[in-house]
C-alpha cells in the first residue's frame, strides 16, 4: 500500500471510528446512500416502469414504509432484505435526501 | 551505460510529468479524469463524476459505438428478447452530461506518466482515472478450450456474436437433444448467471423441444440462489435438468470442440450443444497496466475503489477484488459512484464519506417468475462484507404473484439501471 492510499485509509478510519463511538452513521452520507436507490427507482428516484417514484414525496413517508419493510410490519418483495441493512437514522438520513429531490 | 541513461531519462519525465501535474490544477484547470471502458462501471462513473463537478473534464474511453448489456442477454437465448432491446447508446453521456466520449481502443497505461494510449497511436492524459474493464475469458485454463473452439462451443458470457451463436445452435437442435452447459469455479461474472441461462434455456426447450435434457457440470459444490433455482426448476421443468456438482464430477478437464464433448470426472460428455463458461480476469489493459496481483484482479481500497498498486487509478467493476460483492452490473453501479464521490473528494483534498455499497440482482426462471439477491454492504479499509441480518435472496416460500412481481420488478431494475448509466 502507498503511502497516500495509507493516509486516505486512516483518515476514513478515523471517520469510521468517530461513526461507531457515536454509535449512528452520520458520516456516511445521506446522497450516498440515496443515491443506490436509483438502481431499480431509477436516476433522482423518479420511478422506472412497476418501481414507484420517490423523489420529492414527503420524507415522512419514506421513512415510515422504510421502517416498516426493516420490521417486517409491510411486506414486499425485496425491501424488507434492504431495509435492514440501515439503521433508522441513516433511513431518516435517506428520506430526507430523497425527498428534496425534483419531482 | 544505455540502460543507465534510458532508466535517468525516465525518472527525469516521470518527475516531470509529477511536477507539471499538479501546478496545471492549481493554476486552475479543470483536472482531467479519464474513464476506461464504457459498461455498467464505466458509463456510470462519468456521469457522476459530471454531475458532481461539472467542470471536470470527463473523458470516456469506449471501444464500441454502442453498448450491449449482458444482463438480459439470458432472455435473447430463451428467445423472449432481441439484441436491440439490450443496446444502449452513448449520446445522453455526451450531450445532456457534458462527458467526451472517445471512440477508440484503450491500448495501454503509461501509468508513471498518467497517459492513456488509444489504438491508433493518440495520447491522453489524466489527473485521475478509472479502469473499468470488465473481463477477459481465460483461453488457457481448461485444455481445448481456446478461442477456436469458443467457435463451436461458445462461451457466450461476452454478449455479441457469442450470445447470437448459441442462440442459433438452440433453434437448430433437435428435439430430444442434450444441452450441456459448464459452470466456472469462483470468482467469474455474475454468479447467478449461469444457472438463470440453464432456467431460461429449459423454458425454451420445454415449449419447442420438450423431450431435450440438460446438463449442468458445475466447477463449484454449491451456487447463487441455489436452493430458488433448484425447487424452480422441480416445479417448472420436472426431469429436464440435472445438475452436477464439482465434488460429484462436475469439473471440466477438457473439452473437445470437434467431437463436441466435454470430459469431466464424472465421465466424457457428448452434447448437440455445449456452453462452456470459461474461468476468467481482469481485463486486459488492467493486467497489463500492473493493476491485477498473481489472480488476474485488480486490488483496490474498499474505502474509494482506488488501485492499491498504482497512484491516483481506480478499479471499479468486475475486475475489482470488492469482497463480498458479486462481479455484477448492479455492483459496478455502486462502485462507480464511490469512486466519482472518491475521486472529486481527492482532488479537493478532501476526505472521501464513508461508502455506502449495494447490490441487487435479478434473475428469471421463466419470464413470469423472478428471484433476487441483494445485500447492503458495510466497507472498512480491510475489506467489503455484508449487514449482518439484512439481504440475502427471495423468500423459499413466496406466492406465485409475487414470484411474478420480482419478474416485473426485474424489468424495472434494467430499465432503472441502465438508464442511470446512460440516459
Known sequence: MTNQSTGAALCALMLLGADLASGTAQAQTAQAMAQNCFVCHGPGAKGALAIVALAGRPKELIAQQMLAFKADQRQGTIMNRIAKGYGDEQIAAIAEFVAKLPK | ?423
Open chain 2, 1 to 423: 551505460m544505455a540502460q543507465l541513461s534510458r532508466r535517468k531519462l525516465l525518472a527525469t519525465a516521470s518527475l516531470a510529468a509529477s511536477t507539471l501535474a499538479a501546478p496545471r490544477i492549481a493554476r486552475g484547470a479543470a483536472p482531467r479524469v479519464v474513464v476506461v471502458g464504457g459498461g455498467f462501471g464505466g458509463a456510470t462513473a462519468a456521469k457522476y463524476l459530471k454531475l458532481a463537478d461539472r467542470n471536470l473534464a470527463v473523458t470516456l474511453i469506449e471501444r464500441d459505438a454502442r453498448f450491449v448489456t449482458c444482463p438480459f442477454s439470458n432472455y435473447v437465448l430463451g428467445g423472449f428478447r432481441r439484441m436491440e432491446q439490450l443496446t444502449q447508446s452513448y449520446d445522453a453521456l455526451g450531450k445532456r452530461h457534458g462527458v467526451s466520449v472517445l471512440r477508440g481502443e484503450a491500448t495501454g497505461i503509461d501509468t508513471a506518466r498518467k497517459r492513456v494510449t488509444i489504438a491508433g497511436g493518440r495520447q491522453l492524459s489524466y489527473d485521475r482515472l478509472i479502469v473499468s474493464p470488465g473481463v477477459d475469458m481465460n483461453f488457457s485454463a481448461v485444455p481445448g478450450y481456446d478461442a477456436k473452439a469458443a467457435e463451436r462451443v461458445p462461451h457466450a458470457w461476452k454478449v455479441g456474436a457469442q450470445t447470437l451463436l448459441l442462440r442459433r445452435q438452440l433453434e437448430a437442435m433437435k428435439d430430444g437433444g442434450t444441452f450441456i452447459l459448464c459452470a466456472p469455479a469462483n470468482p467469474f461474472r455474475c454468479p447467478p448467471g449461469p444457472y438463470e441461462r440453464v432456467s431460461l434455456i429449459a423454458w425454451y426447450l420445454k415449449n419447442r423441444k420438450p423431450k431435450s435434457k440438460i446438463l449442468l457440470l458445475d466447477a463449484k459444490d454449491n451456487f447463487s440462489k441455489q436452493g430458488l433455482f433448484q425447487a424452480a426448476w422441480e416445479s417448472e421443468y420436472p426431469g429436464m435438468i440435472t445438475w452436477i456438482a464439482g465434488k460429484d464430477g462436475g469439473v471440466v478437464e477438457r473439452v473437445d470442440a470437434r467431437a463436441m464433448s466435454v470430459k469431466a470426472g464424472f465421465g466424457e460428455e457428448k452434447g448437440d450443444v455445449i456452453n462452456f463458461i470459461p474461468p476468467q480476469s481482469a481485463g486486459r489493459i488492467a493486467r497489463d497496466a500492473g493493476l491485477a496481483d498473481e489472480r488476474g484482479w485488480c486490488p483496490i481500497d474498499p474505502m474509494s475503489f482506488a488501485s492499491t498498486r498504482v497512484k491516483e487509478v481506480y478499479v471499479i467493476g468486475d475486475a475489482a477484488i470488492a469482497g463480498a460483492m458479486p462481479k455484477s452490473g448492479s455492483s459496478a453501479n455502486a462502485q462507480a459512484k464511490l469512486a466519482a464521490a472518491a475521486i472529486v473528494a481527492s482532488l479537493a483534498n478532501k476526505a472521501p464519506d464513508v461508502p455506502a455499497l449495494l447490490n441487487i440482482c435479478y434473475s428469471l426462471v421463466t419470464p413470469e417468475y423472478g428471484i433476487s439477491v441483494t445485500d447492503v454492504y458495510r466497507a472498512t479499509p480491510q475489506g467489503i462484507t455484508p449487514t449482518p441480518n439484512a439481504g440475502g435472496v427471495s423468500p423459499a416460500l413466496a406466492s406465485a404473484a409475487d414470484r411474478k412481481l420480482e419478474a416485473e420488478y426485474t424489468q424495472a431494475w434494467y430499465r432503472a439501471i441502465t438508464a442511470d448509466g446512460w440516459g
